[in-house]
């Protein structure tokens, strides 16, 4: 009985066991042979990616099924449905809250870099932001205004690739914070977006990125074949970056000193049938985790790289 009962957690250890060997082994892998891609000099490791895909690919990836928007059976477009999907997605990703600090930017202007449905987006407006949207998605992006109407909120939306995002935005106008989400690596050229991002903020402004991390158990299932990048089969591009690289893609245009700050976080935990259902119900391995253990292991192999950065001297 009582050795049945430590079952779970000698597997969890093994668990963790093996992939700090995984993790020394990639570290090693990436030292002897690290890719270089595109016009950047910066070395990504690719979680996906289809050969020569294009912006044109990631646009159509996306339009056909938006992010998100399956997280409510309600009718797509009602307050209902907006509900529904904002309440999955802070259940499913309560670190968004924590990191965005939604509340914080109240009377700032706050541009979202691939706003997809708006599921941040009003989360600033209603924290009293000057919020702009702007995402290559023109069907994410018509759901992301229709929200903003639903609530009667406020704010400005344009279309485009955020690779040449100065020619969309309105000139001369610069922002306190720019805040992307798990964006900027499912475009080919993510060095392009720093660059014109950079561009676009006051200089005492706030960069705020999600970006996936390659040293995460995550990256590590997909590389079993056990996971994949998106919930939805097909997705163009998902780059993967660690510390080091996300220093070379903000360097120069951002201060990599001790004003950047990187936390990682987020291993979903989450069975996927009875999750589409909307039900959260833990992988047995996950469920037989102390907390702990678990919080441990988000924070050294998340999937998702939160940095805050400041504005280099232009
Ligand atoms: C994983 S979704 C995240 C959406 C949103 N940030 C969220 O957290 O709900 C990725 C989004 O990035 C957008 N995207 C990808 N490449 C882009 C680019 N070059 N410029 C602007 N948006 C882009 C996609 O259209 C898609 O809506």
């Known amino acids: 009985m009582q050795a049945n009962a430590n079952v779970p957690a000698f597997a ?13 082994l ?41 992010c998100n928007v399956k997280h409510s059976q309600k009718e797509i477009g009602s307050k209902e449905y907006f509900d529904e999907v904002e309440k999955k997605r802070l259940a ?26 708006g599921t ?26 229709q ?5 009667g909120l406020g704010g400005e939306f344009f279309d485009g690739s955020a ?7 309105p000139p001369g106008k610069a922002y306190d914070l720019v805040y992307s989400f798990g964006v900027i690596h499912h475009t080919p050229n993510p060095k392009a977006c720093i660059q014109q991002i950079r561009k676009v903020m006051k200089p005492d402004g706030e960069l705020r990125i999600m970006l996936y991390a390659a040293e995460s158990w995550k990256t590590y299932m997909i590389e079993i074949g056990l996971d994949q990048p998106e919930a939805q089969y097909g997705c163009p591009i998902a780059f993967t970056f660690t510390r ?50 678990f919080d441990q292991l988000q924070e050294k192999l998340g999937w998702h790289l939160l940095i805050t950065a400041k504005p280099a001297a232009m």
């Not at 690290?34 to 996906?48: D, F, L, N, R």
Request: proline letters at 5%; a positive charge; glycine letters at 8%.
């Open 147 to 151: 929200r903003f109407s639903v609530f």
């Open 26 to 66: 990639r570290r090693w892998q990436k030292k002897s042979s690290a890719p270089t891609t595109g016009t950047s000099s910066v070395t990504k490791v690719t979680a996906h990616a289809l050969p020569g895909a294009t912006v044109t690919d990631v646009q159509n990836f996306w339009d056909s099924r938006p």
């Open 12 to 24: 969890a250890v093994l668990a963790i066991g093996g992939l700090t060997f995984l993790l020394a």
């Open 244 to 293: 080091d690289e996300i220093k070379e893609l903000l360097h120069p245009e951002f201060r990599v000193d001790e004003s950047l700050e990187i936390k990682q976080f987020h291993i979903f935990p989450y069975q996927i049938g009875p999750y589409k259902k909307g039900l959260f119900v833990k992988e047995p391995w996950f469920e037989a985790m102390p907390k702990q253990m």
């Open 92 to 117: 499913a990703e309560p670190h968004i809250g924590r990191w965005a600090q939604f509340d914080k930017w109240g009377g700032k202007e706050v541009l979202e870099v691939g706003c997809g449905i």
């Open 163 to 169: 690779e040449t995002l100065t020619t969309h935005l």
């Open 120 to 145: 941040e987006g009003v989360l600033f407006a209603r924290g009293g932001a000057k919020y702009t949207g702007f995402e290559l998605s023109t069907k994410s992006l018509d759901i992301c205004k």
